[in-house]
């Protein structure tokens, strides 16, 4: 089994874009479902290498069917696969994300996407007391490298509750801890393009462990587990 991405995968998506419809997609059906067997090898292959570093309780690929009923967008049908990677809960925090689409439009992402009030909160509260070690940590040379900084959704405001003159009112407006890293076509179908994303996800492991620590405990620093 090769553990590349096969080249396939970006010709099918091209050709799905031009041709977004049951029909086609019916008629090419065992063609996508060779590549989506390939695809979730290749997923799976990841998963073991970041069990090398990490402990990975669940791999996720997403189904090609979109969700119309909410959506302006009526195409049936995804034109990438989207896979996650959740870690061990409820000790380990955050998870990972691999995109893979054609036209250089794929990415790998980390951190925390949908957080809960509670745990933002605590976060925020975080921040307040002390951001001297987060910052220590998006300042490290490899990992600025790597993930450059925080991207998402954030607040134009102080949240309610903090002072909008605190020093790490940047960091307490977040609403979202993302890091996202871009690839183009070429960097996807390389041989050690898995070694790489394992690499990047490996690197961001400071960071999830300064959050699990934060989201595991109280203010005092006591377990909640």
Not at 14 to 32: A, G, I, T, Y
Not at 129 to 151: A, C, H, P, Q, Y
């Amino acid at each position: 089994m090769s553990k590349s991405i096969p080249k396939e995968i970006l010709t099918f998506f091209k050709k799905l874009e031009k041709n977004n419809n049951r029909d086609w997609f019916n008629e090419h059906k065992p063609e996508f479902k060779a590549i989506e067997a390939t695809v979730k090898a290749s997923y799976n292959h990841l998963g073991e290498l970041m069990n090398t570093h990490d402990q990975i309780e669940k791999i996720k690929i997403f189904r090609i069917y979109r969700d119309v009923r909410f959506s302006k967008n009526k195409l049936p049908y995804k034109t990438h696969f989207g896979g996650s990677f959740a870690r061990k809960k409820p000790e380990l925090r955050g998870g990972y994300y691999v995109h893979i689409q054609p036209n250089n439009e794929s990415f790998i992402a980390t951190g925390f996407w949908d957080p809960s009030k509670e745990d933002i909160l605590r976060i925020r509260k975080e921040f307040e007391m002390d951001d001297s070690e987060m910052r220590d940590i998006l300042n490290d040379k490899t990992f600025k490298v790597t993930w450059g900084n925080f991207t998402g959704d954030e607040l134009k405001t102080a949240p309610k509750g903090f002072d909008k003159e605190h020093p790490a009112i940047d960091l307490i407006r977040r609403k979202q801890f993302i890091f996202v890293k871009k690839f183009t076509d070429k960097e996807i179908l390389a041989d050690n393009f898995l070694d790489e994303v394992n690499k990047a996800f490996k690197n961001v492991r400071p960071f999830f462990d300064y959050m699990s620590d934060v989201l595991t405990t109280n203010l005092n620093g006591e377990s909640l587990l």
